[in-house]
């Protein structure tokens, strides 16, 4: 079955949120004049994050709309977790966001709409294009540092936008299949490798304004994780231009490596 609509949630230990999560999308999709799935990526959770999700399927069917789960085991990560819903989507539109839903999903329009219209095929939404429509912001040193990791993206990759790392961006379908079975990168420096890739494939990019306000709780809370997964993805970005000058993001995309990679997405890597 095939939709219109593809929404992919990551979630890593997630049981306190996202129930509430689920039910603010499917009130979305009660007021679309479309068919939609939701994908819930289970990271390796320790806690009830799949029992939850389980418990709103019913709802999600009797709406007319499908919400999946899918495990990892163990945890993987972020990035793989996006891949592997990605090579499992079906819609025509494939959206991923956070499970706190930081950018509440009534924001979505902003990315659907573009790519609907063929205005764009890869639409992501920034915090920093209008800083004024963040209701709740990161904590300073968290802010800053985000300042600090765009000034040298932008540098070692080239990519000319403001914010590569909000979670909330939306893909045609056809881009976004060989896109992310190019991807390489599995934790949270696979954003800027993915539209790295796309903007290579000469796919439209838009970057824009969302509503988006900073929530506490999930994986990145203590000092010491903050400061060594943003070493991991400054080392990230050094990957993305190695990988390219590898042919990494090339190679791929000849004879039948796309599909080779796309059924490795749901599997262990080497």
């Known amino acids: 079955m095939s939709y219109a609509l593809s929404i992919i949630i990551p979630a890593y230990n997630e049981a306190t949120r996202i129930g509430p999560t689920l ?36 709802a999600y069917l009797e ?10 085991t163990p945890n993987r990560g972020k990035g793989y977790s996006v ?22 999903i009534s924001e979505a329009p902003k990315l659907l709409e573009p790519i609907f219209a063929e205005q764009a095929d890869v639409v992501f939404g920034s915090r920093a294009l209008n800083r004024e429509m963040i209701g709740i912001h990161q904590p300073a040193m968290r802010e800053f540092g985000g300042k600090v990791f765009n000034f040298f993206m932008q540098i070692i990759t080239g990519l000319r936008f403001k914010d ?38 000469r796919a439209r990019l838009l970057e824009v304004a969302v509503v988006w306000n900073h929530a506490e709780g999930g994986e990145l809370q ?19 231009r190695l990988n390219d000058i590898r042919g990494r993001y090339s190679l791929i995309a000849r004879g039948g490596a796309i599909a080779s990679a796309e059924r490795r997405a749901g599997a262990e890597e080497p």
């Open 63 to 72: 709406a007319g709309h499908e919400l999946r789960l899918l495990t990892n």
């Open 222 to 240: 203590s000092k010491l994780n903050y400061m060594r997964d943003s070493l991991n993805m400054f080392t990230d970005l050094l990957r993305i």
């Open 164 to 201: 590569t790392q909000c979670g909330f961006k939306a893909f045609r379908r056809e881009v976004a299949r060989p896109v992310f079975a190019m991807q390489r990168i599995e934790r949270f420096g696979f954003d800027p490798e993915v539209l790295y890739i796309a903007r290579k494939r």
């Open 23 to 58: 039910d603010d999308v499917l009130g979305f999709l009660r007021r679309a004049d479309y068919r939609a799935e939701v994908i819930v990526v289970n990271d390796g959770s320790r806690d009830r994050t799949a029992e939850v999700v389980s418990e709103r399927m019913a």
């Open 83 to 104: 891949r592997r819903g990605v090579s499992e989507a079906r819609g025509e539109v494939i959206l991923f966001t956070d499970a706190d839903l930081s950018s509440p």
